[in-house]
């Protein structure tokens, strides 16, 4: 992702931009900075670096990624990933992924957004889901750990393991395990703890497993 960004930060830049200074604006080593200006190179973007006092880095003028990296028909399906995306996260709305690609190709950028705004509504959820709110940063805690949270649902309290997130037409829902696997709505929960036991048993992937959880068989994971 620091690459994409590093990329789009020198499309942005009217002038050159000192090694540093990246270091600084991505809170990283001069050293890394300089190993991702190395693999940007080796993907064949025209790095240039200039020496000596006013040195600096840049990217050859005229380039241009949309023409270099995509076809029209990537571009245009890329897009629509991206506009389906802010339409229903807000964790992709407010990383502004669409206004970054308007500094590479605006023109295009702007003809496409327009047809789907036209051709292409989404209205799949009353609210977006935001994968940075608390409860959802809780437990991505615990994914990372691999260990269990107690949560709070409509006044229950219950110990699960979080596997996955599962984005279905009810919303965003935690696939968990606690005697049983089962799908609950991320906006039933109203509190997260991690209590940092551990499972080390095999887990059943919601892909191998969907069929056999019974959806609304719980009062609490009712809708999913």
Same mark, same amino acid.
């Given at each position: 992702?620091?690459?994409?960004?590093?990329?789009?930060?020198?499309?942005?830049?009217?002038?050159?931009?000192?090694?540093?200074? *990246?270091?600084?604006?991505?809170?990283?080593?001069?050293?890394?900075?300089?190993? $991702?200006? $190395?693999?940007?190179?080796?993907?064949?973007?025209?790095?240039?670096?200039?020496?000596?006092?006013?040195?600096?880095?840049?990217?050859?003028?005229?380039?241009?990624?949309?023409?270099?990296?995509?076809?029209?028909?990537?571009?245009?399906?890329?897009? *629509?990933?991206?506009?389906?995306?802010?339409?229903?996260?807000?964790?992709?709305? =407010?990383?502004?992924?669409? $206004?970054?690609?308007?500094?590479?190709?605006? =023109?295009?950028?702007?003809?496409?957004?327009?047809?789907?705004?036209?051709?292409?509504?989404? $209205?799949?959820? =009353?609210?977006?889901?935001?994968?940075?709110?608390?409860?959802?940063?809780?437990?991505?805690?615990?994914?990372?750990?691999?260990?269990?949270?107690?949560?709070?649902?409509?006044?229950?309290?219950? =110990?699960?393991?979080?596997?996955?997130?599962?984005?279905?037409?009810?919303? *965003?829902?935690?696939?968990?395990?606690?005697?049983?696997?089962?799908?609950?709505?991320?906006?039933?929960?109203?509190?997260?703890?991690?209590?940092?036991?551990?499972?080390?048993?095999?887990?059943?992937?919601?892909?191998?497993?969907?069929?056999?959880?019974?959806?609304?068989?719980?009062?609490?994971?009712?809708?999913?």
């Amino acid at each position: 992702m620091r690459l994409l960004d590093i990329l789009f930060y020198l499309l942005r830049s009217n002038s050159k931009v000192t090694v540093k200074n *990246l270091a600084e604006l991505f809170n990283v080593s001069t050293k890394t900075i300089q190993r $991702d200006l $190395d693999k940007l190179s080796v993907l064949g973007i025209p790095i240039i670096i200039y020496r000596g006092a006013n040195g600096g880095v840049e990217i050859d003028k005229n380039y241009i990624i949309a023409k270099h990296i995509l076809k029209y028909s990537d571009y245009d399906s890329l897009l *629509l990933a991206l506009y389906i995306g802010e339409n229903i996260s807000n964790t992709i709305s =407010e990383s502004f992924l669409i $206004d970054k690609f308007k500094t590479v190709d605006k =023109e295009r950028c702007s003809m496409v957004l327009n047809k789907l705004k036209e051709r292409f509504i989404v $209205d799949l959820f =009353e609210e977006k889901f935001d994968e940075k709110d608390i409860i959802c940063e809780e437990i991505n805690k615990a994914m990372d750990y691999k260990s269990f949270i107690n949560i709070k649902i409509e006044n229950k309290n219950l =110990e699960v393991y979080p596997i996955s997130y599962v984005l279905r037409k009810e919303g *965003l829902c935690l696939y968990c395990l606690n005697k049983e696997y089962m799908l609950i709505l991320i906006d039933k929960i109203s509190s997260v703890m991690i209590n940092y036991k551990k499972y080390d048993k095999n887990i059943i992937s919601y892909n191998e497993n969907k069929g056999n959880i019974k959806h609304g068989s719980v009062s609490y994971v009712q809708g999913c």
